[in-house]
């Protein structure tokens, strides 16, 4: 069984922490948050340990491995210290807002052999690892393009969207580490627009946007249409689509059913979708941990690490320069 520890105990955390207790091959040793009510809620909760300090987890003996979902200026610092402790380290996206402190953390790291996964769950949701599998087996022939569709059912707290980092650090980043997991190659090339739509005021301030598009091309030719918005008013809105020489694949939405009813005045009035990302990608949630425990029990790398979301930052820096310059962005500018 391998034990491990929770860090930061607010909404996804406490996912994270359920999710573990209940896995089969894994345990919770402990959690830990800086405020610490809330790490004594979900300690008592699940009959876990509740540390007083961050660092007793990384010294502690009982602890194989810890899970990062701390506030994201402390990602960075708390893989360096894993690594130092010698555990394998799962953590949240992104690993910072800075690509140089990033840059920085992967300088003192080093080739660490310490496996260290990134929390990009969409790649382990059945219906988006489907449509990879689907390109891969060469059901649809050669790929030329993907559409990814990611729009949120409302705006997020402004105390949420003022530390986010913005829109592309924030939200499309998942759609752009989905985009280099369906493309299968890497993106040269970032064209994005930005608009302030749903709260103007609000983004003006911040100097962000609320609805996005991104164009990514690869060295190829192959090309990513991506589209966010801030707010759908018909709920979480999450798809994707490959268009191959052979056909097409389709990963669509999700619902409690799939019933839909007909009368003479409507037809195919279906259930609401599965309300924002916890509901949504709770298969995925589940199967990540599944994924994590498996590499450490291997041996093999976690199929998502370090570099992946390296990547994925210089995507949305990438993306942060067209939108602001208005021009094509090769990633060799940011990398």
């Given at each position: ?15 994270h ?7 089969p091959?894994?345990t919770?040793a ?19 340990t ?7 987890v990384?010294s ?10 701390t ?5 960075a610092d ?13 953590c ?8 140089e402190r ?17 929390g990009f ?13 689907a ?16 729009r ?21 980043i ?13 993106v ?22 609320d609805t ?19 707010q ?10 490959a268009l191959g020489?052979?056909g ?7 619902r ?8 003479a ?8 979708l599965?309300n ?13 941990i599944s ?7 291997s041996?093999?790398p976690?199929?998502v690490?370090f570099?992946d ?13 067209s ?7 090769k ?5």
């Amino acid at each position: 069984m391998l034990k491990m520890a929770v860090l930061g105990c607010g909404r996804i955390g406490r996912m994270h922490a359920e999710n573990i207790a209940a896995h089969p091959r894994a345990t919770l040793a402990g959690v830990f948050d800086i405020h610490r009510p809330a790490a004594v809620e979900v300690g008592s909760k699940l009959a876990t340990t509740v540390f007083d300090a961050v660092d007793e987890v990384f010294s502690s003996t009982v602890v194989d491995a810890v899970l990062i979902a701390t506030s994201t200026p402390t990602h960075a610092d708390f893989i360096e210290k894993a690594v130092a402790a010698g555990k394998p380290i799962l953590c949240e996206k992104p690993i910072d807002l800075s690509l140089e402190r990033v840059q920085r953390c992967a300088n003192t790291i080093g080739s660490t052999a310490v496996p260290i996964m990134l929390g990009f769950v969409r790649r382990f949701d059945p219906g988006h690892r489907a449509v990879r599998n689907a390109i891969q087996a060469g059901d649809i022939g050669d790929l030329h393009q993907v559409v990814i569709t990611s729009r949120d059912p409302g705006m997020p707290p402004v105390a949420y969207a003022e530390a986010s980092g913005g829109i592309f650090r924030d939200m499309t980043i998942h759609d752009f580490d989905m985009a280099r997991f369906i493309l299968g190659e890497e993106v040269t090339e970032v064209f994005s627009i930005g608009s302030r739509l749903v709260d103007p005021v609000l983004m003006e301030r911040l100097g962000d946007y609320d609805t996005a598009s991104v164009v990514l091309t690869t060295a190829t030719g192959r090309q990513c249409i991506i589209n966010n918005s801030r707010q759908a008013a018909y709920g979480y809105d999450q798809r994707v689509e490959a268009l191959g020489t052979k056909g097409m694949v389709i990963s669509e939405n999700r619902r409690p059913n799939m019933t839909t009813l007909h009368r003479a005045e409507f037809t195919g009035q279906g259930a609401p979708l599965l309300n924002f990302f916890i509901d949504r990608y709770a298969e995925a949630f589940s199967a990540e941990i599944s994924a994590f425990v498996d590499a450490i029990e291997s041996g093999r790398p976690p199929e998502v690490g370090f570099e992946d979301g390296r990547q994925a930052l210089i995507l949305a820096e990438a993306a942060i320069k067209s939108a602001a310059e208005g021009r094509t962005v090769k990633t060799s500018e940011i990398g």
